[in-house]
């Protein structure tokens, strides 16, 4: 399958060892990630391939740490950086390859991208971002699920009843009002996502929609990753429902 990575590859790794898919969904949180890694889980299972989800925040080496040092809002930008790439790594070694290595799919809610991204939200160059996660498996396919910022705001009250400190980007002081600050934040957040959508291959679905139209782009992308040579020709079968890549 792959076995590449962004830069440095993980010891032992190589192009045998890891027959799986890994499949990245990212976005905003609001998007409607959580739901369609969901989705697709249901979907890839009924399908016959067996399927493993990750995210961020889920390593049992950090993810307790990273969540007690938030709740102080105490932790500087480059440490939280840090941290969170500690955090893949551990699931990177631990979860990822060994699932990619039984020839599992991998369904990613969240990568090295929305990491990247904040990281130069908040002060970090890209470069730096860059070489931080250059041990990264290259996926099979990320799609990024889009969405207006009225909309995640919407769906994060809705959900919530309030906006997350962190994800309003109030650490980085660029509003006292929690609202100005969020939509300020969700702006710069957009063009960095679109730097690392450019850099990095994302495929964009338009998720200011219902879930299930959503999910049937998601899932016109992701088909042709399983379909199988037709008796004749040899030609791979495509799925007929649209997507919307970039």
């Known amino acids: 399958m792959m076995g590449r990575t962004y830069g440095t590859r993980l010891p032992g790794l190589t192009d045998e060892s890891v027959a799986g898919k890994l499949i990245v969904i990212e976005g905003a949180d609001g998007s409607g990630r959580t739901t369609e890694v969901a989705l697709l889980r249901q979907w890839l299972e009924i399908e016959g391939h067996a399927v493993v989800d990750t995210g961020l925040r889920r390593s049992t080496l950090v993810a307790e740490e990273i969540d007690r040092a938030k709740q102080?809002?105490?932790?500087?930008a480059t440490t939280l950086a840090l941290l969170y790439a500690v955090d893949f790594a551990d699931q990177l070694e631990n979860k990822i390859v060994p699932a990619l290595a039984a020839g599992s799919t991998v369904l990613a809610d969240r990568y090295i991208y929305t990491l990247m991204a904040r990281a130069v939200v908040r002060g970090a160059s890209r470069e730096w971002a860059r070489r931080l996660y250059g041990f990264a498996l290259r996926p099979d396919l990320v799609i990024f699920l889009e969405a207006r910022p009225e909309i995640l705001l919407h769906?994060?009250?809705?959900?919530?009843?309030?906006l997350d400190y962190w994800?309003?980007?109030?650490?980085?002081?660029?509003?006292?009002?929690?609202?100005?600050?969020?939509?300020?934040y969700q702006e710069r957040l957009s063009k960095e996502f679109a730097w690392v959508g450019s850099e990095y291959g994302f495929h964009r679905v338009d998720a200011n929609r219902r879930p299930e139209q959503v999910h049937e782009d998601v899932r016109a992308l992701i088909a042709p990753l399983y379909a199988k040579p037709a008796r004749a020709g040899g030609a791979f079968s495509r799925p007929r429902s649209r997507a919307a890549s970039g």
């Open 72 to 76: 102080g809002h105490t932790l500087g």
């Open 155 to 162: 769906r994060a009250i809705s959900k919530y009843g309030s």
């Open 167 to 184: 994800e309003s980007g109030m650490d980085l002081s660029l509003s006292r009002d929690l609202f100005e600050s969020f939509f300020a």
